[in-house]
């Protein structure tokens, strides 16, 4: 028996798919369970809401093993299954699969979950120093190539002159495709809430992406109209924040919709395939076409259609996300025998050094 109370759920996102999914889960037996939405994962507990109330719940062993086995885990805006036991203790005993999922690969090319079942991306970046094109780019990648939609929002527009904020807009605009908002905000002002209400619609959510001291944390706090989330000052060299936000976390908006805030990341490599993120450059994609040569590289070709029209460093920052999908998509079988390959090859390298008495 599964317990889905659509109206409450509604709040914290519930879209009728997911129901759907949810209702249609084989669960062994184990109590209720009751469809909830995680909005916090910490190293052994998450914490789940229901529409109405937060509540802290631990996720079965099994559940984590099985997420694992695949590079996979529990993350901030997934929908699960929970269930209390005779203790009142709640266990996570299922999860729903995501309609939509972001993910990035970390320094050793591992699989680390961003969010789930996120409609949109805000790319939140300062239009002062923060200020980098390129940065926006990989972001809209991780986002679009996901089918997840990006808006580039500049924040800090109240501290640069105007003459700056409109050409950075205008650089944006130039650069990325048609389809990508850009918008230009001071994130404390509250008059910048309506402004955002287009991607906040009922059963929405909202996940902020960008460098820590961007503005995010500020911008969840206009949304959600209270200082709920801490925001950090940032240095003047720099314009850098100092990673005031340490997790993750989703918020339920008073006017409806929900909003993940997130710490800035460390390295961005999306975690999306060659087709996948051809989708965030459709432009570059759809220009390739006309160009004389099939095989086309963009570079030096003559007749080529995409270097008259497409930003120069719009097109090296495609070819460059390129070259790290390519990397990625090897299988960890193959990406096992790499680095078995390595250590072999280190290994014979240290006994030829030895037998010659170099070390
Ligand atoms: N004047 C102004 N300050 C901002 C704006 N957005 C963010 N800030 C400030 O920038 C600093 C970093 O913001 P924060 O929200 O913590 O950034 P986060 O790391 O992305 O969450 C804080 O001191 C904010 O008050 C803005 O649009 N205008
Ligand atoms: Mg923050
Ligand atoms: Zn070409």
Same mark, same amino acid.
């Not at 996120?118 to 805000?122: I, K, M, Q």
């Not at 800090?156 to 640069?160: P, R, T």
């Not at 994130?187 to 008059?191: L, M, R």
């Given at each position: 028996m599964i317990e889905i109370d659509f109206a409450a759920l509604a709040r914290a996102g519930l879209k009728p798919a997911v129901a759907q999914l949810a209702a249609a889960a084989q669960v062994e037996e184990g109590g209720e369970l009751h469809l909830v939405r995680i909005t916090e994962v910490h190293r052994d507990r998450v914490r789940v809401h229901d529409g109405r109330d937060e509540c802290p719940a631990r996720p079965l062993p099994r559940l984590e093993r099985e997420l694992a086995d695949e590079g996979d885990a529990l993350a901030v805006g997934d929908w699960v299954l929970a269930a209390a036991d005779a203790y009142g203790q709640a266990w996570v005993r299922a999860r729903v699969p995501p309609l939509t999922h972001l993910a990035r690969r970390d320094g050793e090319g591992r699989r680390r979950t961003i969010v789930s079942n996120?409609?949109?991306? &805000?790319v939140v970046m300062g239009a002062d120093g923060d200020f980098s094109p390129r940065r926006a780019e990989r972001y809209l990648a991780l986002a679009q190539g996901s089918g997840v939609a990006g808006v580039v929002v500049l924040t800090?527009?109240? &501290?640069?002159g105007e003459r700056e904020r409109e050409e950075r807009v205008d650089e944006l605009r130039g650069r990325l495709p048609r389809g990508v908002d850009v918008l230009a905000v001071n994130?404390?002002?509250?008059?910048t809430a309506p402004r955002l209400a287009p991607y906040l619609g009922a059963g929405e959510t909202l996940v902020m992406l960008g460098s820590?001291?961007?503005g995010k944390s500020t911008l969840t706090n206009t949304l959600l109209g209270a200082s709920v989330q801490a925001t950090g000052a940032v240095r003047a060299d720099d314009s850098r924040g100092r990673h005031t936000t340490r997790a993750r976390s989703l918020f339920l908006l008073p006017q409806g919709g929900c909003v993940i805030d997130t710490p800035g990341l460390r390295s961005l490599r999306p975690d999306v395939d060659e087709q996948r993120l051809a989708a965030s450059f459709d432009d570059i994609d759809s220009l390739a076409a006309r160009c004389r040569y099939r095989n086309c590289t963009h570079g030096e070709e003559p007749g080529c259609a995409v270097r008259d029209t497409v930003d120069a460093d719009r097109l090296r920052n495609y070819h460059r996300l390129l070259r790290d999908a390519r990397r990625d998509t090897m299988t960890a079988l193959e990406r096992q025998r790499q680095v078995a390959g390595w250590k072999a090859r280190s290994k014979s390298v240290r006994a030829w050094m030895k037998a010659r008495g170099r070390v």
């Open positions: 996120v409609d949109t991306a &805000l800090k527009a109240d &501290l640069v994130a404390t002002d509250p008059a820590s001291g961007a």
